[in-house]
């Protein structure tokens, strides 16, 4: 209520939506795995396009808030837009394929997504958890997300081990922990 009473936000048809005199709208990130993406902020009009440089690193399904760089050039096109901010990210734990040894410093491995428009980017595994053998399916919790320092990739460590990716049932454990 007090973004409402700030002006931060509106209250309309019982949603709650930033104010559209303050340039930003608020909506869901879809990724393309040629690294641009959407923002999709209603159901009735055409969703955002965000060029590659203006992700800010934004995720599949993260919630994100974007300004408009150029306006909608059709009716049936939506606007160019940045993201300005991730507001919340979709993905706080990951599943895939754990891969022994890294060359980046401190880590132990990396983890191979079979979704790659879901999680676009590399995936290293630190130390800090369990240490899963070769070729295992894991669960990783993400300890760091990509960043302008590290823009092309995430860091987590792993709190579960599921199996072996050949296993009877291991492409549904898979789905049940993603």
């Known amino acids: 209520d007090a973004l409402v009473r700030d002006g931060e936000?509106?209250?309309?048809?019982?949603?709650y939506q930033y104010n559209p005199n303050t340039?930003?709208?608020?909506?869901?990130?879809?990724?393309?795995?040629k690294g641009f993406g959407f923002v999709k902020y209603d159901d009735e009009l055409p969703d955002f396009f965000i060029n590659p440089e203006n992700t800010l690193?934004?995720?599949?399904?993260?919630?994100?808030?974007?300004s408009t760089i150029k306006p909608s050039p059709s009716p049936?096109?939506?606007?160019?837009?940045?993201?300005?901010?991730?507001?919340?990210?979709?993905?706080?734990?990951?599943?895939?394929?754990?891969?022994?040894?890294?060359?980046?410093?401190d880590m132990i491995g990396e983890l191979k997504i079979?979704?790659?428009?879901?999680?676009?980017?590399?995936?290293?595994?630190?130390?800090?958890g369990l240490s899963p053998n070769d070729g295992q399916v894991v669960v990783?919790?993400?300890?760091?997300?990509?960043?302008?320092?590290?823009?092309?990739?995430l860091v987590a460590h792993v709190t579960e081990t599921l199996g072996y990716k050949d296993e009877p049932g291991m492409d549904i454990l898979q789905i049940v922990h993603a």
């Open 114 to 128: 079979s979704d790659k428009k879901a999680i676009n980017f590399k995936v290293l595994i630190d130390k800090t």
């Open 140 to 153: 990783a919790e993400v300890t760091r997300f990509p960043d302008k320092v590290h823009p092309r990739e």
């Open 57 to 66: 690193q934004a995720m599949q399904g993260d919630q994100v808030r974007v």
């Open 9 to 15: 936000l509106t209250f309309d048809a019982g949603k």
């Open 76 to 105: 049936d096109r939506g606007p160019e837009g940045k993201v300005e901010e991730i507001l919340e990210h979709a993905y706080e734990n990951i599943v895939g394929t754990f891969s022994l040894g890294s060359e980046v410093k």
């Open 23 to 33: 340039g930003y709208t608020l909506g869901a990130y879809r990724a393309n795995d």
